[in-house]
């Protein structure tokens, strides 16, 4: 199993460029999510999914959307990107009925 | 404000001594996390737990309910132990057990 696997790892993005960022596992969850991380803030939710074609925003939903086709993948897309989207972003994956989450690695995003 | 309030936030160690990183939470919880996150930033699980105790090698997390605390300890710390520590609570009351994090504590344990 690949897990949860995340690309890019890296992207630098001019202010008002648009993009997607993509999140798969393989392990046939249910549950997936989208977290940001900022220096000196816990990690926050962005949106999630409970299961294909059913997705709910989290804390900090502004200028992201998501839509979740296969149970398999659960891309995030930036809009219109701005400087306040810089960021690490985290997918996550885990079963309704367990409680544990599966991270990905992470992709580093830089808005100029 | 913040439902999950870990401390310190910095800690430095020697190698062999023995760690604790505490995490109190507001919110009624179905569970409570502890993750490891290295230079590089990947995020792994090393504890959940909603009761009591769980050991894991040199690691060991306790949850008390109702004093709504948990600790970390790492026994013999060892530079490869450093790391950023994540407390992370299933909120009881969302759809799903919503997780909230708290900001992480930044271990470096010296040779």
């Known amino acids: 199993n690949a897990g949860v696997t995340q690309t890019p790892k890296f992207q630098v993005l001019k202010t008002g460029q648009s993009m997607t960022l993509q999140c798969a596992q393989d392990m046939n969850h249910e549950y997936m999510s989208w977290y940001r991380q900022d220096p000196g803030m816990g990690l926050r939710l962005i949106h999630y999914s409970v299961g294909a074609g059913i997705t709910d925003q989290g804390e900090v939903p502004n200028g992201y959307n998501v839509s979740r086709s296969t149970t398999e993948d659960f891309p995030l897309r930036l809009l219109s990107a701005a400087p306040s989207q810089t960021s690490v972003y985290f997918c996550?994956?885990?079963?309704?009925?367990?409680?544990?989450?599966?991270f990905g690695p992470g992709t580093r995003l830089t808005v100029t | 404000k913040n439902e999950v309030e870990q401390s310190p936030q910095n800690l430095t160690a020697q190698e062999g001594e023995f760690i604790t990183i505490n995490c109190s939470y507001s919110v009624g919880i179905s569970a409570l996390h502890w993750l490891q996150q290295h230079p590089g930033g990947g995020i792994v699980s090393l504890f959940m737990?909603?009761?009591g105790k769980k050991k894991h090698g040199r690691l060991i997390a306790t949850i008390n309910i109702q004093e709504k605390h948990s600790s970390l300890h790492i026994t013999a710390s060892h530079p490869r132990d450093s790391a950023v520590y994540i407390c992370a609570v299933r909120d009881r009351g969302s759809t799903l057990g919503r997780l909230y994090f708290g900001r992480g504590t930044q271990l470096t344990v010296w040779p």
């Open positions: 737990l909603s009761s």
């Open positions: 996550a994956s885990g079963t309704s009925g367990r409680y544990e989450q599966y």
